[in-house]
């Protein structure tokens, strides 16, 4: 594993350590505000990642979101299977979050400085309630534009001229956009500069209509059973844990993590 000190500012340290050759950064909420002003002032597109184990995985394997990854301005771990993974390599402390804390805090961040957002993703009913909890939550929040994400692909065009347009400070992209995540990365080069972040399911959260986990089952790494209880097959992703499990025991014995 490899160590990385960035000082985005003088007084702010971000650490960013490459674990099995995925980054990850070591990040404290409270330097939250100035990194955000940071990356803002620097200017050009900024991506944001919430890397779960699942990602981390698919980022060995796939080339294209390795990619992704690896240019984007702030890899957060939300897993506790990859902070355990940092520890047992490194000794290294990496604190994670859950999505949904982290976004409020995002959002918190940008509404003090009266910033602006585009809702991007979701089905309509959702992400017009999602919008509405948002307004209230942070008046000061401009938010610039929203487009349901169950759009067609000739409707593409059109809507990244409305956000190049709306040159929001936060793009936020959810569930129903073709290619997913990935479809941040596609379209970099058509976006405008600003912050990017995948929030998944997140837009049905803000919109009340399921529940994130609650604090005591994420600090104990607990989520995925009310997951697993939603989609039943993802049981299988044991193997996928087991497997991560066999690469950390791999690098530990033999010290070839950025290799393998």
């Not at 919430?50 to 698919?58: E, K, M, Q, T, V």
């Not at 294209?64 to 240019?71: F, G």
């Not at 009266?114 to 948002?134: C, D, H, P, Q, V």
Request: charged share 25%; hydrophobic share 40%.
């Amino acid at each position: 594993m490899d160590t990385e000190n960035s000082a985005l500012e003088p007084e702010v340290l971000r650490e960013r350590l490459r674990l099995l050759k995925v980054p990850l950064d070591i990040l404290g909420l409270e330097h939250l505000g100035d990194i955000i002003r940071t990356l803002l002032d620097a200017g050009g597109g900024k991506n944001i990642i919430l890397l779960s184990l699942w990602d981390f995985l698919r980022a060995r394997r796939n080339k294209e979101y390795r990619a992704y990854v690896l240019s984007a301005a702030l890899v957060i771990p939300i897993s506790k299977s990859l902070v355990g993974g940092a520890w047992f390599i490194s000794n290294k402390q990496v604190p994670r979050y859950m999505p949904f804390d982290f976004v409020v805090r995002l959002l918190a961040s940008l509404e003090e400085r009266e910033l602006s957002l585009y809702l991007l993703g979701g089905k309509l009913r959702t992400l017009r309630k999602a919008e509405k909890n948002i307004r209230q939550t942070f008046p000061h929040l401009r938010i610039v534009g929203r487009y349901a994400g169950t759009f067609k692909k000739a409707q593409e065009k059109s809507i990244l001229e409305a956000i190049r347009k709306a040159s929001p400070s936060l793009l936020l992209v959810g569930k129903g956009i073709a290619g997913g995540e990935q479809w941040i990365a596609r379209h970099d080069a058509q976006l405008p500069g600003g912050l990017r972040l995948w929030c998944s399911d997140l837009y049905e959260i803000f919109a009340e209509q399921r529940r994130h986990p609650s604090q005591y089952a994420f600090d104990h790494g607990l989520e995925w059973i009310g997951y697993c209880l939603q989609k039943p097959f993802r049981v299988f992703k044991v193997f996928s844990y087991l497997y991560y499990k066999s690469l950390l025991l791999v690098y530990r014995l033999f010290k070839q993590g950025d290799t393998s």
